[in-house]
Protein backbone atom coordinates (compact mmCIF):
# COMPACT_ATOMS: atom_id res chain seq x y z
CA UNK A 1 0.00 0.00 0.00
CA UNK A 2 1.23 3.65 -1.03
CA UNK A 3 0.22 7.21 -0.41
CA UNK A 4 0.98 10.07 -2.37
CA UNK A 5 0.65 13.74 -1.62
CA UNK A 6 1.41 16.57 -3.15
CA UNK A 7 -0.33 19.42 -5.03
CA UNK A 8 -2.01 20.66 -7.61
CA UNK A 9 -2.92 24.01 -9.49
CA UNK A 10 -6.51 24.47 -11.33
CA UNK A 11 -8.01 27.55 -13.08
CA UNK A 12 -5.13 29.31 -10.69
CA UNK A 13 -6.44 27.50 -7.48
CA UNK A 14 -3.61 25.18 -5.87
CA UNK A 15 -5.16 22.23 -3.94
CA UNK A 16 -4.40 19.13 -1.95
CA UNK A 17 -3.86 16.34 -3.87
CA UNK A 18 -3.34 12.55 -2.82
CA UNK A 19 -3.39 9.02 -4.87
CA UNK A 20 -3.72 6.48 -2.86
CA UNK A 21 -2.72 2.00 -4.19
CA UNK A 22 -2.84 -1.02 -2.67
CA UNK A 23 -1.62 -3.77 -4.70
CA UNK A 24 -1.90 -8.19 -4.05
CA UNK A 25 0.43 -10.20 -5.63
CA UNK A 26 -0.03 -13.80 -4.75
CA UNK A 27 1.74 -16.99 -6.54
CA UNK A 28 0.80 -20.57 -5.79
CA UNK A 29 3.07 -23.47 -7.53
CA UNK A 30 1.63 -26.83 -6.77
CA UNK A 31 3.45 -29.86 -8.08
CA UNK A 32 2.53 -33.03 -6.69
CA UNK A 33 4.80 -35.11 -8.94
CA UNK A 34 7.66 -35.05 -11.67
CA UNK A 35 4.64 -35.49 -14.28
CA UNK A 36 1.98 -32.50 -13.10
CA UNK A 37 2.66 -29.22 -12.29
CA UNK A 38 -0.36 -26.49 -11.32
CA UNK A 39 0.79 -22.35 -11.24
CA UNK A 40 -1.43 -19.80 -9.99
CA UNK A 41 -0.61 -16.39 -10.42
CA UNK A 42 -2.87 -12.90 -9.58
CA UNK A 43 -2.08 -9.56 -8.94
CA UNK A 44 -4.73 -7.16 -7.24
CA UNK A 45 -4.90 -3.18 -7.36
CA UNK A 46 -6.71 -0.57 -6.44
CA UNK A 47 -6.21 3.03 -6.89
CA UNK A 48 -7.81 5.74 -5.49
CA UNK A 49 -7.58 9.80 -6.00
CA UNK A 50 -8.74 12.88 -3.68
CA UNK A 51 -9.07 16.38 -4.91
CA UNK A 52 -9.10 19.53 -2.22
CA UNK A 53 -11.34 18.61 0.82
CA UNK A 54 -14.30 17.57 -0.92
CA UNK A 55 -13.92 15.61 -4.20
CA UNK A 56 -12.74 12.14 -4.03
CA UNK A 57 -12.57 10.12 -7.11
CA UNK A 58 -13.72 6.81 -7.36
CA UNK A 59 -11.55 3.86 -6.73
CA UNK A 60 -10.81 1.49 -9.81
CA UNK A 61 -10.33 -1.80 -9.74
CA UNK A 62 -7.69 -4.12 -12.06
CA UNK A 63 -7.32 -7.89 -11.35
CA UNK A 64 -5.04 -10.37 -14.29
CA UNK A 65 -4.66 -13.74 -13.09
CA UNK A 66 -3.06 -16.48 -14.56
CA UNK A 67 -3.51 -20.45 -14.62
CA UNK A 68 -0.96 -23.05 -15.86
CA UNK A 69 -1.55 -26.61 -15.92
CA UNK A 70 1.84 -28.89 -17.21
CA UNK A 71 1.38 -32.13 -17.84
CA UNK A 72 4.97 -34.47 -19.04
CA UNK A 73 5.80 -37.66 -19.68
CA UNK A 74 8.75 -38.89 -21.40
CA UNK A 75 9.80 -36.19 -24.08
CA UNK A 76 6.40 -34.63 -24.68
CA UNK A 77 4.61 -32.01 -22.92
CA UNK A 78 1.35 -30.74 -22.68
CA UNK A 79 0.50 -27.37 -21.12
CA UNK A 80 -2.47 -25.65 -20.71
CA UNK A 81 -2.64 -22.36 -19.76
CA UNK A 82 -5.19 -19.34 -19.07
CA UNK A 83 -5.59 -15.35 -18.16
CA UNK A 84 -8.18 -13.13 -17.07
CA UNK A 85 -8.14 -9.47 -17.30
CA UNK A 86 -10.62 -7.50 -15.40
CA UNK A 87 -10.34 -3.15 -15.52
CA UNK A 88 -12.31 -1.15 -14.17
CA UNK A 89 -13.08 1.89 -16.50
CA UNK A 90 -15.12 3.94 -14.26
CA UNK A 91 -17.69 3.70 -11.39
CA UNK A 92 -20.14 1.95 -13.87
CA UNK A 93 -17.48 0.14 -16.75
CA UNK A 94 -15.32 -1.90 -16.86
CA UNK A 95 -13.43 -4.37 -19.28
CA UNK A 96 -12.84 -8.45 -18.70
CA UNK A 97 -10.22 -10.33 -21.17
CA UNK A 98 -9.81 -13.94 -21.17
CA UNK A 99 -6.44 -15.61 -22.85
CA UNK A 100 -6.15 -19.18 -23.12
CA UNK A 101 -3.15 -21.38 -24.69
CA UNK A 102 -2.29 -24.95 -25.37
CA UNK A 103 0.71 -26.25 -26.26
CA UNK A 104 1.56 -29.65 -26.98
CA UNK A 105 5.65 -30.40 -27.63
CA UNK A 106 7.73 -33.58 -28.31
CA UNK A 107 11.64 -33.00 -27.84
CA UNK A 108 14.46 -35.42 -29.04
CA UNK A 109 17.37 -34.07 -26.95
CA UNK A 110 17.82 -30.32 -27.78
CA UNK A 111 16.10 -30.41 -30.65
CA UNK A 112 11.90 -29.60 -30.76
CA UNK A 113 10.80 -31.88 -33.37
CA UNK A 114 6.72 -30.78 -33.00
CA UNK A 115 5.12 -28.41 -31.51
CA UNK A 116 1.61 -27.23 -31.86
CA UNK A 117 -0.08 -24.42 -30.08
CA UNK A 118 -3.70 -22.72 -30.04
CA UNK A 119 -4.18 -19.57 -28.42
CA UNK A 120 -7.87 -17.09 -28.47
CA UNK A 121 -9.13 -14.15 -26.97
CA UNK A 122 -12.51 -13.63 -25.79
CA UNK A 123 -13.35 -10.37 -24.31
CA UNK A 124 -17.14 -8.95 -23.25
CA UNK A 125 -18.21 -8.37 -26.92
CA UNK A 126 -17.79 -12.22 -27.54
CA UNK A 127 -15.19 -12.16 -29.89
CA UNK A 128 -12.75 -14.98 -31.10
CA UNK A 129 -9.31 -15.05 -32.47
CA UNK A 130 -8.05 -18.47 -32.84
CA UNK A 131 -4.23 -19.28 -33.90
CA UNK A 132 -2.38 -22.20 -34.60
CA UNK A 133 1.47 -22.80 -35.26
CA UNK A 134 3.40 -25.84 -36.34
CA UNK A 135 6.96 -25.24 -35.37
CA UNK A 136 9.49 -28.00 -36.32
CA UNK A 137 13.40 -28.26 -35.19
CA UNK A 138 13.41 -25.45 -33.09
CA UNK A 139 16.43 -25.34 -30.01
CA UNK A 140 15.28 -26.91 -27.14
CA UNK A 141 16.65 -26.01 -23.55
Same mark, same amino acid.
Given at each position: ??????K??NDG?V? +???Y +?? *? =??????? @??? =??? /??A???A??S?G =???I %?????L??L @?? *?S???I? =??? @? %? +???L??? %??H /??ND?D??? !???T @? *??D????TA???M?? !?? /????F?????????PS???????? !??
Amino acid at each position: MSRTKGKQCNDGVVQ +DYRY +DY *L =SVEPKII @WAP =SRL /FEAAYQAKLSCG =SSKI %GNDRQLDAL @WN *LSQRLIL =SIG @W %G +DTDLRLS %GEH /FYNDIDRTK !HLNT @W *LADASLVTACGKMVL !HS /FRHQFIKQEKNIVIPSIRLYKALP !HG
